[in-house]
């Protein structure tokens, strides 16, 4: 059974610093394409960044680059979200996702294109 937790989220700061982690189980994690989205109240669910296995491409919305990294640890089955110079709209419950296999377009896959979603992890950004 293919499971997602991930942990990491809490209360920063503006301008402050979070490490979400996404730790995988039930799957071969050599090749994947996992994925963060995240959610504010009263509003829809949004991808923040992908990463694929298979070539190592990374994929980000334009409301985090340059301020959000995603990496992999294959070793331990776990995918980080590095997110600095946080700003009060980034706070949202922040969600992995996974799909086994790999994405070689250049746009980051739709939401739908996931198959395994985690629980999700709440992030608060305070002014």
């Known amino acids: 059974e293919v499971q997602l937790v991930e942990s990491g989220g809490g209360l920063v700061q503006v301008g402050g610093s979070l490490r979400l982690s996404c730790a995988a189980s039930g799957f071969t994690f050599d090749d994947y394409v996992i994925g963060w989205f995240r959610q504010a109240p009263g509003k829809e669910r949004e991808g923040v960044s992908c990463?694929?296995?298979?070539?190592?491409?990374?994929y980000y919305a334009d409301s985090v680059k340059g301020r959000f990294t995603i990496s992999s640890d294959n070793a331990k089955n776990t995918v980080y979200l590095e997110m600095n110079i946080l700003k009060p709209d980034d706070t949202a419950v922040y969600y992995c996702?996974?799909?086994?296999?790999?994405?070689?377009?250049?746009?980051?896959?739709?939401?739908?294109?996931?198959?395994?979603w985690g629980q999700g992890t709440q992030v608060n950004v305070s002014s």
């Open positions: 996702a996974a799909r086994l296999g790999n994405w070689h377009f250049d746009f980051a896959p739709p939401e739908s294109w996931y198959d395994y």
């Open positions: 990463i694929s296995s298979s070539d190592g491409l990374t």
